[in-house]
């Protein structure tokens, strides 16, 4: 089971840092990466990491500004959110999966276990 926190309301420039912790199973075993939906849109890969190639993947449009990472003592997984736009507003979703595909497959295809999604609202 993976529970998600730390959305809320941000003014534009600011900062929030999702957390995901992780029950029934070792995170640090699994590959890991976040999602978004925003309002009538798709839902869209944000970030992952995977043991395929051992690689770290964003996408274009957090570039710069997100970080994924993991506390394996914790068993959570976070995303650190700089620099927020009006258009990262959205639900937010953690994932993971053991099967060591890329990210690529994982941004197409979505992750075997989600988190329940935490609202981000970045708005003045």
């Known amino acids: 089971q993976l529970q998600a926190s730390g959305g809320g309301l941000v003014q534009p420039g600011g900062s929030l840092r999702l957390s995901c912790a992780a029950s029934?199973?070792?995170?640090?075993?699994?590959?890991i990466a976040w999602f978004r939906q925003a309002p009538g849109k798709e839902r869209e890969g944000v970030s992952c990491v995977s043991s395929n190639n051992g690689s770290t993947w964003f996408a274009d449009s957090v570039k710069g500004r997100f970080t994924i990472s993991r506390d394996n003592a914790k068993n959570t997984m976070y995303l650190q959110m700089n620099s927020l736009k009006s258009e990262d507003t959205a639900v937010y979703y953690c994932a993971a999966d053991p099967k060591a595909e890329s990210c690529g497959w994982y941004v197409y295809y979505g992750m075997d276990y989600w988190g329940k999604g935490t609202l981000v609202t970045v708005s003045s």
């Open positions: 029934g199973f070792n995170l640090d075993n699994y590959d």
